[in-house]
């Protein structure tokens, strides 16, 4: 009968002497005890140590990427057939055509330098998709950007006028990033009253409870959502987290529509 034999330990080193593979605890247990082990391989040839170093390295980076686009795409799987359900009130500020099948609503910061990032991706996303897109803006202002909230009330006390002015003045903020650093609610006011906006209803609606109590919502429903940071958005309740470049955008809009029409 064949007989089947493990490694075995003599003076210290591992010794295999059958077809049975040493465990990796076993190997582990052997150079933590006997370090002079792996030095004498290193100093042997330290060329071809950090050539396997660095492929093994490459190795795991590739690895780790792979297992990170498999954890996405089953959770954007998980969100298609169960989407998240954001609150769009009747009388929300919207762009775009309201009849779209695509809804993107997004979670933003006026200072947010990643935000102006993602505004500009979403103007992408209007020149590819024209119709078939609306957005809703929600607000998500940071406490470290100290004219953040501020924005998103005026923003908001527009919004209670016109949809379109509400959405001019959007985008004169992201155009105008460091403006908004520097000049604060003066800025805002200025830009305000330049779109030809009521300011008399303006100054009535700036801290309004409605006002108010829209902007918390927001708040707390991307919270809810796991959206801690911004951008977020939601396309038709599957989320995009961060600046994503456009492409990320079309792959969850294509599928939607091709889904649409199944």
């Known amino acids: 009968m064949k007989k089947i034999l493990s490694g075995v330990l003599i003076g210290g080193a591992l010794i295999v002497t ?65 989407p998240k359900q954001p609150v769009i009130g009747a009388n929300r500020a919207v762009h775009g055509n309201v009849d779209a099948p695509i809804t993107i609503v997004e979670y933003s910061d006026f200072q ?24 809703i803006y929600k607000h998500l202002p940071l406490s470290f950007h100290p004219h953040a909230l501020i924005a998103a009330q005026y923003f908001e006390a527009i919004g ?3 949809s379109e002015k509400a959405y001019e003045f959007h985008d004169v903020l992201f155009e105008n990033q460091n403006e908004l650093k520097s000049g604060g609610k003066e800025y805002l006011a200025k830009t305000a009253k330049g ?41 038709n309740g599957v989320s995009l987290y ?20 199944k």
Do not use: W
Not at 197 to 206: G, S, T
Not at 250 to 256: S, Y
């Open 242 to 261: 961060g600046a994503q470049p456009f492409p990320a955008f079309k792959q969850v809009i294509d599928r939607h529509l091709a889904e649409a029409k």
């Open 112 to 135: 947010c330098p990643y935000c102006s990032r993602g505004y500009q991706t979403v103007k992408q996303v209007f020149n590819a998709y024209g119709d078939n897109v609306k957005v």
């Open 160 to 162: 209670l006028q016109s």
């Open 18 to 82: 059958g077809c049975v593979a040493p465990k990796a605890d076993d190997i582990k247990k052997v150079l933590a005890e006997n370090p002079e082990i792996l030095y004498d391989v290193i100093k042997k040839d330290p060329v071809k140590f950090m050539e396997v170093l660095s492929e093994a390295s490459e190795a795991a980076k590739e690895e780790m990427q792979k297992r990170e686009m498999q954890a996405q795409q089953k959770k954007m799987d998980n969100e298609f057939a169960n």
């Open 195 to 235: 779109l030809g906006v009521n300011m008399k209803q303006l100054e009535k609606d700036l801290n309004s409870e409605a006002v108010m109590k829209t902007i918390q919502a927001d708040i707390s429903e991307a919270q809810g959502f796991g959206f801690q940071g911004t951008p977020a958005f939601l396309v």
